[in-house]
């Protein structure tokens, strides 16, 4: 079978579409999955690139998020030709003591397409535990953008403590609104009922239909920005900032929390390191919480929650799978909005 991988780590030149051996066998509890379509996350730049955590056994084979049709199962849960998503992490959910964990606070968690094999080939075998049926309104492509930014976007949400029906009125900020787990917050914000949110980017090209969007407001980034999102929060400040531009918007949405404010993160794109004067984190009281994907448990809810509101992501371009590494460009140059799907 083909698939997309590298052989060392560095630049988009070392991505590959080629052989890949494929398991011939599949074990109960298993199927085998047809790629219908995959997306890409910024996670699978830094992956390639290289990451100090990650033990690299080659070739690598790349990619997170897939969309799949069963086309042979051993699993009591899923026929064949059924379309399913597949949850972007592995873990059996337990601690070092054999007690239930959230996967994703687990020893064992891994990420596809990092430290566990990757889903970008014309077929993989995967455990049924990790399955779910894909949302019936979604097309192939779009039930693809779902998984990892979609996982995070609930995850971060919970962190924050925002439940649908009563956060019309609290200012949240949500910044980068170009990237895949932006648009994802967004969407599940405006799904809960969100009426004050403000959202940054360096590019207003980016604002989209969220500009349209009653009690959204849209924020190039400049020098003013601060006193710009200063002024949209008043008189409070900010309750809630969604972030995963990192340093260089760090010590600006410090300093825009109100109160109690609570810092939501989950990525450093720009930088990770922050200066933190520690004086506004306890003088105002403040909340900074670190998040990384979710568990089964939110991989199965947010899916649930897309089937019932008729959520669809935002899709910026697709590429198909042989044209990987001018989807990779597309998405270091960061032109795009939304998500970058890849095609069979
Ligand atoms: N911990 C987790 O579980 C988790 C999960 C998903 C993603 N992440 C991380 O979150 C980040 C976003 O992921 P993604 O896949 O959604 O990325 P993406 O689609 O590539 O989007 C990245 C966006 O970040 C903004 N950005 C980048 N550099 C910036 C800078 N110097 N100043 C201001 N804004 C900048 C841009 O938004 P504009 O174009 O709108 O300016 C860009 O479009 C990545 O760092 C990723 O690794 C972490």
Same mark, same amino acid.
């Not at 080659?58 to 998020?65: E, R, S, V, Y």
């Not at 964990?101 to 968690?109: A, G, W, Y």
């Not at 970008?120 to 894909?134: Q, T």
């Given at each position: 079978?083909?698939?997309?991988?590298?052989?060392?780590?560095?630049?988009?030149? /070392?991505?590959?579409?080629?052989?890949?051996?494929?398991?011939?066998?599949?074990?109960?509890?298993?199927?085998?999955?047809?790629?219908?379509?995959?997306?890409? /996350?910024?996670?699978?730049?830094?992956?390639?690139?290289?990451?100090?955590?990650?033990?690299?056994?080659?070739?690598?084979?790349?990619?997170?998020?897939?969309?799949?049709?069963?086309?042979?199962? &051993?699993?009591?849960?899923?026929?064949? &030709?059924?379309?399913?998503?597949?949850?972007?992490?592995?873990?059996?959910?337990?601690?070092?003591?054999?007690?239930?964990?959230?996967?994703?606070?687990?020893? #064992?968690? =891994? *990420?596809?397409?990092?430290?566990?094999?990757?889903?970008?080939?014309?077929?993989?075998?995967?455990? #049924?535990?990790?399955?779910?049926?894909?949302?019936?309104?979604?097309?192939?492509?779009?039930?693809?953008?779902?998984?990892?930014?979609?996982?995070?976007?609930?995850?971060?949400?919970? &962190?924050?403590?925002?439940?649908?029906?009563? *956060?019309?009125?609290?200012?949240?900020?949500?910044?980068?609104?170009?990237?895949?787990?932006?648009?994802?917050?967004? /969407?599940?914000?405006?799904?809960?009922?969100?009426?004050?949110?403000?959202?940054?980017?360096?590019?207003?090209?980016?604002?989209?239909?969220? =500009?349209?969007?009653?009690?959204?407001?849209?924020?190039?980034?400049?020098? /003013?920005?601060?006193?710009?999102?200063?002024?949209?929060?008043?008189? #409070?400040?900010?309750?809630?900032?969604?972030?995963?531009?990192?340093?260089?918007?760090?010590?600006?949405?410090?300093?825009?929390?109100?109160?109690?404010?609570?810092?939501?993160?989950?990525?450093?794109?720009?930088?990770? =390191?922050?200066?933190? #004067?520690?004086?506004?984190?306890?003088?105002?009281?403040?909340?900074?919480?670190?998040?990384?994907?979710?568990?089964?448990?939110?991989? =199965?809810?947010?899916?649930?929650?897309?089937?019932?509101?008729?959520?669809?992501?935002?899709?910026?371009?697709?590429?198909?799978?042989?044209?990987?590494?001018?989807?990779?460009?597309?998405?270091?140059?960061?032109?795009?909005?939304?998500?970058?799907?890849?095609?069979?």
């Amino acid at each position: 079978m083909k698939a997309v991988y590298f052989q060392k780590t560095g630049s988009i030149s /070392n991505l590959e579409w080629g052989d890949f051996p494929k398991r011939e066998k599949i074990k109960p509890g298993e199927v085998r999955l047809k790629f219908l379509a995959g997306s890409l /996350n910024h996670l699978d730049l830094w992956v390639l690139k290289g990451l100090p955590r990650v033990r690299y056994t080659f070739p690598h084979l790349c990619g997170a998020d897939l969309c799949g049709e069963v086309i042979e199962s &051993k699993s009591k849960k899923f026929k064949l &030709k059924e379309k399913v998503l597949l949850y972007p992490g592995t873990s059996l959910g337990k601690d070092s003591l054999g007690r239930p964990c959230p996967e994703n606070l687990c020893d #064992d968690f =891994k *990420i596809r397409g990092e430290n566990a094999p990757g889903v970008f080939a014309e077929e993989i075998v995967a455990s #049924d535990r990790y399955l779910i049926k894909a949302p019936k309104h979604l097309t192939s492509i779009e039930a693809a953008s779902i998984p990892l930014v979609y996982l995070t976007a609930w995850q971060m949400i919970e &962190k924050a403590e925002l439940k649908p029906g009563k *956060i019309s009125t609290v200012p949240i900020l949500v910044n980068g609104v170009g990237s895949g787990v932006s648009q994802a917050l967004l /969407n599940i914000l405006n799904s809960f009922g969100a009426k004050r949110i403000a959202f940054t980017s360096r590019s207003e090209a980016k604002f989209g239909d969220w =500009k349209k969007t009653p009690g959204f407001t849209g924020f190039t980034l400049s020098e /003013n920005t601060y006193d710009d999102l200063k002024s949209w929060a008043k008189p #409070d400040g900010i309750s809630v900032v969604f972030d995963h531009v990192g340093e260089a918007l760090f010590e600006t949405n410090i300093r825009l929390l109100k109160r109690g404010g609570k810092l939501v993160t989950c990525g450093a794109t720009s930088g990770h =390191k922050g200066n933190l #004067d520690l004086r506004h984190l306890y003088f105002r009281q403040l909340q900074l919480l670190g998040s990384t994907m979710g568990s089964l448990k939110h991989f =199965k809810d947010v899916i649930r929650w897309i089937e019932k509101k008729k959520i669809h992501p935002k899709i910026s371009k697709t590429f198909p799978l042989q044209n990987i590494q001018e989807a990779y460009q597309y998405l270091e140059s960061g032109s795009q909005t939304g998500k970058i799907v890849l095609t069979p």
